[in-house]
C-alpha cells in the first residue's frame, strides 16, 4: 500500500485555498506561488496518483534512492541528484522503489512563470510529458528547497510568500539551466574549454586545438559546445574579451590599446569594430559615456 505522507523526520506544508486565492490575484506571488512544499527523507511505500494531474507544476528533487514515474508518455526512473519535473495538467502517478527508496524533497508551484519553465525544460528536456533532470549542483538547488520549506512554515504572510518565491525561482532556474547544460558527465569537456577560455582571454583561439584539447574530434566538440552554451566558441570568446574590456574600461584609466592586447585583441582597431558589435559603441565612446548609463 502506497502512503501520501507521514515519514518520520518530514517537514510538509500546504497553503490553504484561501491564501492561494489571494496571492495569485496580483504581484510577484501572481506570476509564481508554492502552493505546497516539503520534505521526505527515506520515504519507504511513498506514492500517489493523480488522473487528472496537479493544478501546478510538481518539481521532485531526489537527494538519495530512487523512485519511479508513469506518465502517458510512459514509465520513468528518478534517481539521486534528479529532478522529477510534471507540468500542471499531466495525469502521472508516482512511487518511491521498493528497494532503495528515495530522500525527497518537492515543491508545487504555479503561475505564469512555472509555465514559462515547463516550456523551456520541454524544449532541452525532450519530448515526453515530464522532465527528469541530471542535477549538476545538488547541495544548491537543496539549499533553495529548503528556503522554500523554512518560508512555508514560518508563516502565511506576503513577505514569507515572496521569500518562498524567490527560493522557488532559483530551483527552477537551476534546473532549467541542467537540462540546457546537458549531462554533467557528458558535458564535462565543454564546461572544461568554457573555463580554459575564461582564463586564458588573451590566447589565440582554434577550434580545432581547442577540441583537441580536450579529447573530441572539431565537429564533435562545436555540436556539443553550441547545444550547452547556444552559440559557437567564436562568438563565446568575444562575448567574454567584451566582457572584461568593459570592466577594465570602467575600473581602470588603461588606454584601450592595452586594454585590446589583455583580452586577445593585438590590433586596437580590430578591437575597436569587435567591440562596436557588441555595445553599439566604441570603447572610448563607452568609457566617456559611463555615468550616462
Not at 534546473?175 to 558527465?185: F, I, N, T
Request: hydrophobic share 40%.
Amino acid at each position: 500500500m502506497r502512503i501520501r505522507d507521514g515519514f518520520p523526520g518530514q517537514r510538509l506544508r500546504v497553503l490553504p485555498t484561501t491564501v492561494v486565492r489571494a496571492t495569485s490575484q496580483a504581484g510577484p506571488t501572481s506570476r509564481l506561488l508554492v502552493t505546497d512544499a516539503g520534505y521526505f527523507p527515506h520515504a519507504a511505500n511513498h506514492g500517489r496518483v493523480r488522473a487528472r494531474g496537479a493544478v501546478g507544476t510538481i518539481v521532485i528533487v531526489s537527494s538519495a534512492g530512487r523512485g519511479w514515474c508513469r506518465t502517458p508518455g510512459g514509465l520513468h526512473r528518478i534517481g539521486a541528484a534528479q529532478a522529477l519535473v510534471i507540468p500542471a495538467g499531466v495525469p502521472h502517478e508516482y512511487w518511491a522503489d521498493d528497494d532503495d527508496p528515495w530522500t525527497i524533497w518537492w515543491m508545487h508551484a504555479r503561475g505564469d512563470d512555472a509555465g514559462e519553465f515547463e516550456r523551456d525544460l520541454a524544449r532541452h528536456a525532450g519530448p515526453d510529458d515530464v522532465a527528469v533532470v541530471e542535477v549538476h549542483d545538488l547541495v544548491r538547488v537543496v539549499a533553495d528547497l529548503e528556503r522554500v520549506v523554512d518560508a512555508l512554515e514560518t508563516d502565511e504572510t506576503y513577505p514569507s510568500l515572496l521569500r518562498c518565491a524567490g527560493a522557488a525561482w532559483s530551483v527552477l532556474a537551476q534546473l532549467g539551466a541542467d537540462a540546457a547544460a546537458g549531462s554533467p558527465v557528458r558535458g564535462e569537456p565543454v564546461r572544461a574549454a568554457q573555463e580554459y577560455l575564461r582564463t586564458h582571454l588573451d590566447a589565440v583561439v582554434e577550434v580545432a586545438a581547442l577540441a583537441r584539447r580536450f579529447g573530441l574530434s572539431t565537429s564533435h566538440f562545436s555540436a556539443r559546445f553550441r547545444a550547452a552554451t547556444g552559440g559557437g566558441v567564436v562568438e563565446y570568446v568575444k562575448r567574454l574579451r567584451m566582457a572584461r574590456a568593459c570592466e577594465l574600461l570602467i575600473t581602470t584609466e588603461l588606454p584601450v590599446a592595452d586594454i585590446a592586447r589583455s583580452v586577445g585583441y593585438p590590433d586596437p582597431f580590430y578591437f575597436s569594430r569587435q567591440f562596436r558589435s557588441v555595445h553599439s559603441c566604441s570603447p572610448t565612446d563607452f568609457r566617456n559615456g559611463l555615468h550616462d548609463r
